[in-house]
């Protein structure tokens, strides 16, 4: 495994880290093996978005059995727990709550990231940086319960608010080949709609390269979120450029952006990371994604789901991103494999359900049409 420096802080971190989605829905047990797995392959790094108390608890738990020092850990404020659901808050109380929590299930005295979550228009930006959410992640700075403070967007304007802002110093960002070609919008829904790559298609964007280089320059580390694209640029069929990706390939073109120090993907088996491990030992042919940017078409990038959660809380309790991880599975193999069909019909509530009122489609980030996807579930799995 390769390690590096998170900028200015001065903590080190694996290139590969790890996001928490793949420890969802797993036993106890079952987060142990997956942890020790990727522990066992030079994976130290782990992101702490979720809310849910029950991954917070297990995660924490099995990640006790390793001397704090050998690993390191991302943990969100701004996310709670609310009837079941991971949702996105900035509501002080429940910011304070909520990280109070984190830190007690997982057993933490600290965490080395504070991340501020998921900021990704001007005016939210501005409400957090003057107001008792930087006020709370200084003063846990100061205090030693949070190493260094970041922020989590999928907005380079913001990135780079962020970036100048002289509170944040880490950012953690959606890299991958296809987002560096869109251009920054606060409505990040505008950078999926249908046409965008025939209409802005010329490359990296600018706006991104000139990011990278300036937290580069002012020491600002950047780590990566959706590096995969929600397992989108995996598959020949939906990739923008006409032809899959591997994950060493997509790892690779992260860690090549300037101020990048780490990769974390939402693993949730020892085959995908090993996968991404491979990276570590892949030669430079294997690494090599010049070719795919070389021939890529201009081709339409939206409304794919990355199963990030944003969209959540549902009002019909609907675990979106589960049913719409299900439905891509099914129709990227054509039919509905039986685990597949097992595994949806274990969920609590089913696409069915939904009452098609668009809460989720305003908070989704990249777009998706939820409303959609779930009529596409209800009929392919029948309820």
Same mark, same amino acid.
């Given at each position: 495994? +390769?390690?590096? /420096? @998170?900028?200015?802080?001065?903590?080190?971190?694996?290139?590969?880290?790890?996001?928490?989605?793949?420890?969802?829905?797993?036993?106890?047990?079952?987060?142990?093996?997956?942890?020790?797995?990727?522990?066992?392959?030079?994976?130290?790094?782990?992101?702490?978005?979720?809310?849910?108390?029950? /991954?917070?608890?297990?995660?924490?738990?099995? =990640?006790?059995? #390793?001397?704090?020092?050998?690993?390191?850990?991302?943990?969100?404020?701004?996310?709670?727990?609310?009837?079941?659901?991971?949702?996105?808050?900035?509501?002080? +109380?429940?910011?304070?709550?909520?990280? %109070? +929590?984190?830190?007690?299930?997982?057993? @933490?005295?600290?965490?080395?990231?504070?991340? *501020?979550?998921?900021?990704?228009?001007?005016?939210?930006?501005?409400?957090? @940086?003057?107001?008792?959410?930087?006020?709370?992640?200084?003063?846990?700075?100061?205090? $030693?319960?949070?190493?260094?403070?970041?922020?989590?967007?999928?907005?380079?304007? /913001?990135?780079?608010?962020?970036?100048?802002?002289?509170?944040?110093? &880490?950012?953690?960002?959606?890299?991958? @080949?296809?987002?560096?070609?869109?251009?920054?919008? %606060?409505?990040?829904? /505008? =950078?999926?709609?249908?046409?965008?790559?025939?209409? &802005?298609? +010329?490359?990296?964007?600018?706006?991104?390269?000139?990011?990278?280089?300036? !937290?580069?320059?002012?020491?600002?580390? *950047?780590?990566?979120?959706?590096?995969?694209?929600?397992?989108?640029?995996?598959?020949?069929?939906?990739?923008?450029?006409?032809?899959?990706?591997?994950?060493?390939? !997509?790892?690779?073109?992260?860690?090549?952006?300037?101020?990048?120090?780490?990769?974390?993907?939402?693993?949730?088996?020892?085959? %995908?990371?090993?996968?991404?491990?491979?990276?570590?030992?892949?030669?430079?042919?294997?690494?090599? #994604?010049?070719?795919?940017?070389?021939?890529?078409?201009?081709?339409?990038?939206? $409304?794919? !789901?990355?199963?990030?959660?944003?969209?959540?809380?549902?009002?019909?309790?609907?675990? *979106?991103?589960? &049913?719409?991880?299900?439905?891509?599975?099914?129709?990227?193999?054509?039919?509905?494999?039986?685990?597949?069909?097992?595994?949806?019909?274990?969920?609590?509530?089913?696409?069915?359900?939904?009452?098609?009122?668009?809460? !989720?489609?305003?908070?989704?980030?990249?777009?998706?049409?939820?409303?959609?996807?779930?009529?596409?579930?209800?009929?392919?799995?029948?309820?």
């Amino acid at each position: 495994m +390769e390690y590096r /420096v @998170l900028g200015r802080t001065g903590i080190r971190v694996s290139v590969i880290g790890m996001g928490c989605e793949g420890f969802e829905g797993k036993s106890p047990s079952d987060c142990g093996e997956l942890l020790d797995f990727a522990m066992e392959n030079g994976i130290s790094f782990f992101d702490m978005y979720t809310s849910n108390p029950q /991954v917070r608890r297990n995660v924490g738990s099995e =990640l006790g059995r #390793y001397p704090r020092e050998s690993f390191a850990v991302q943990g969100h404020l701004c996310t709670t727990w609310k009837d079941g659901q991971y949702c996105r808050t900035r509501k002080i +109380e429940e910011v304070q709550a909520s990280f %109070e +929590e984190l830190l007690s299930k997982m057993r @933490l005295d600290f965490v080395d990231v504070g991340m *501020i979550h998921y900021c990704d228009d001007r005016a939210d930006f501005d409400r957090i @940086l003057n107001g008792p959410i930087a006020a709370y992640a200084e003063k846990l700075k100061a205090a $030693g319960t949070v190493a260094c403070i970041g922020m989590s967007t999928h907005n380079p304007d /913001v990135a780079f608010l962020a970036a100048d802002s002289g509170l944040i110093d &880490v950012i953690m960002l959606s890299v991958n @080949l296809a987002y560096d070609m869109l251009p920054a919008n %606060e409505d990040v829904n /505008v =950078l999926f709609e249908d046409g965008v790559f025939d209409r &802005v298609y +010329e490359g990296i964007d600018p706006l991104r390269e000139r990011l990278y280089r300036a !937290c580069q320059n002012q020491g600002i580390a *950047i780590t990566v979120m959706k590096p995969f694209a929600g397992g989108l640029l995996l598959d020949g069929k939906q990739s923008p450029f006409g032809k899959a990706l591997t994950p060493t390939q !997509c790892i690779s073109y992260c860690l090549d952006r300037p101020a990048v120090v780490s990769v974390l993907g939402g693993m949730a088996s020892q085959e %995908e990371i090993k996968a991404a491990a491979a990276y570590c030992t892949a030669s430079d042919s294997e690494k090599d #994604y010049s070719a795919i940017l070389a021939s890529a078409p201009k081709k339409s990038f939206s $409304g794919h !789901c990355m199963y990030c959660g944003h969209c959540a809380p549902c009002t019909s309790r609907i675990d *979106i991103a589960a &049913v719409n991880k299900y439905l891509d599975l099914a129709l990227a193999q054509g039919f509905v494999p039986e685990t597949v069909r097992d595994h949806y019909r274990l969920l609590e509530h089913h696409a069915g359900e939904c009452t098609a009122c668009g809460a !989720c489609m305003r908070r989704c980030p990249f777009g998706t049409d939820v409303i959609g996807k779930m009529k596409q579930a209800a009929q392919l799995f029948g309820k």
